[in-house]
Nanobody
Framework: QVQLVESGGGLVQAGDSLRLSCAAS????????MGWFRQAPGKERELIGA????????YYPDSVKGRFTISRDNGKNTVDLQMNSLKPEDTAVYYC?????WGQGTQVTVSS
């Protein structure tokens, strides 16, 4: 069973950067793809990025493309989300997911 723990959320101003990290345990990390989702109040959970098992391929929706970058380190069992040029509309709880497991989420708040 996979366990995921996110960290790195916080309160920032518009235009700032923030890096989230997700630490995985419980299964061979390099054997499954990883993704990041977010959920804002009153909205559905939204996929904002994903990476393949090797990290060689990534996906981003248009809403974050060019601002967010996913990177994984299979040696450290971590997957990070670098977020640049943050906007107030990026405010949400951010979750990492992999192998049908979810982390507890970390709050990101972007003030205008």
């Amino acid at each position: 069973q996979v366990q995921l723990v996110e960290s790195g959320g916080g309160l920032v101003q518009a235009g700032d950067s923030l890096r989230l990290s997700c630490a995985a345990s419980g299964h061979t990390f390099s054997s499954y793809a990883m993704g990041w989702f977010r959920q804002a109040p009153g909205k559905e959970r939204e996929l904002i990025g994903a990476t393949t098992r090797s990290g060689g391929s990534t996906y981003y929706p248009d809403s974050v493309k060019g601002r967010f970058t996913i990177s994984r380190d299979n040696g450290k069992n971590t997957v990070d989300l670098q977020m640049n040029s943050l906007k107030p509309e990026d405010t949400a709880v951010y979750y990492c997911t992999g192998r049908n497991a979810w982390g507890q989420g970390t709050q990101v708040t972007v003030s205008s």
